[in-house]
C-alpha cells in the first residue's frame, strides 16, 4: 500500500478483554515496529520485526503483550487480559533498512475502561 | 535508562524568525540522530537526521549535533505557522530504527 496501515483506528475494551491491533506496513518494506505513545509524550518501542524474525522485544512491558509477524507482511499486537494502564497510542512503523527513517502508521488508539 | 530530554515548551516564535529546538541524550553509544514532526493528532514524520558533529543543512532545517557535550539542535529559519507542530528528537540504540524518543517540544510560529 501506500503507506502504513493500522487497524482498528480506535478500540474501547474493557478491562481483562484481549484486543489484537493489526498492521500492514508499506510494501516491500523489511523492518516492522512497534511504538506505544502516550499523551504528551514520544514514541516508546514495544518490539520489530525483520521479515519474519521478531528481532527484539525488550520493550514489551510484560507477558501480556506478544507480536508476530508470520509471513513477513502484516503483524499484529496482542494484549490479554487488557488493563487500564494500557490505554494509549499504538504506533505501528516500517523502515526499507537500517535508516532510521521510520515510516508511521496513523497509530491504533486503545482505551480500556 | 538511556534518555533523551527536551523542553516540552510551548516555544513561541513570530512568523519568519528562527526557532531553535533543543535536545541532549545520555548514551554516549549513540551514533544516529533524528528529528521527527508531528502535528495535533497525527503521527510522526521524519524530517532530518545526522550522524557527524557539526551542521546539517536542508532547506530552512539546520541540524546540529555536538558528540562531546551530547547535544542535537535543530534550527529552523524564516519560520511559518505551518511550521507550528511538536518536534521529536531521538537516538538510536545501537540498533537502527529502534529509536529513543524525547518527550518532544511543542512548536508555536504566532503572525
Known amino acids: 500500500g501506500a503507506g502504513v496501515s493500522q487497524s482498528p483506528r480506535y478500540k474501547v475494551t474493557k478491562r481483562g478483554q484481549d484486543v489484537a491491533l493489526r498492521c500492514d506496513p508499506i510494501?516491500?518494506?523489511?523492518?516492522l515496529y512497534w511504538y506505544r505513545q502516550a499523551l504528551g509524550q514520544g514514541p516508546e518501542f514495544l518490539t520489530y520485526?525483520?521479515?519474519?524474525?521478531?528481532?527484539?522485544k525488550s520493550g514489551l512491558p510484560n507477558d501480556r503483550f506478544s507480536a508476530e509477524r508470520p509471513e513477513g507482511s502484516i503483524s499484529t499486537l496482542t494484549i490479554q487480559r487488557t488493563e487500564q494502564r494500557d490505554s494509549a497510542m499504538y504506533r505501528c512503523?516500517?523502515?526499507?533498512?537500517?535508516?532510521?527513517?521510520?515510516?508511521f502508521g496513523e497509530g491504533s488508539r486503545l482505551t480500556v475502561l | 535508562q538511556k534518555e533523551v530530554e527536551q523542553n516540552s515548551g510551548p516555544l513561541s516564535v513570530p512568523e519568519g524568525a528562527i526557532a531553535s529546538l533543543n535536545c541532549t541524550y545520555s548514551?554516549?553509544?549513540?551514533?544516529?540522530f533524528f528529528w521527527y514532526r508531528q502535528y495535533s493528532g497525527k503521527s510522526p514524520e521524519l524530517i532530518m537526521f545526522?550522524?557527524?558533529?557539526g551542521d546539517k543543512e536542508d532547506g530552512r532545517f539546520t541540524a546540529q549535533l555536538n558528540k562531546a557535550s551530547q547535544y542535537v539542535s535543530l534550527l529552523i529559519r524564516d519560520s511559518q505557522p505551518s511550521d507550528s507542530a511538536t518536534y521529536l528528537c531521538?537516538?538510536?540504540?545501537?540498533?537502527?530504527?529502534?529509536?529513543?524518543f524525547g518527550t518532544g517540544t511543542r512548536l508555536q510560529v504566532t503572525l
Open positions: 520485526f525483520n521479515y519474519e524474525a521478531q528481532q527484539d
Open positions: 548514551d554516549r553509544g549513540s551514533q544516529s
Open positions: 510494501s516491500g518494506h523489511v523492518s
Open positions: 531521538a537516538a538510536d540504540t545501537g540498533t537502527a530504527s529502534k529509536l529513543t
Open positions: 545526522i550522524y557527524s558533529n
Open positions: 512503523a516500517s523502515t526499507l533498512g537500517a535508516t532510521g527513517e521510520l515510516f
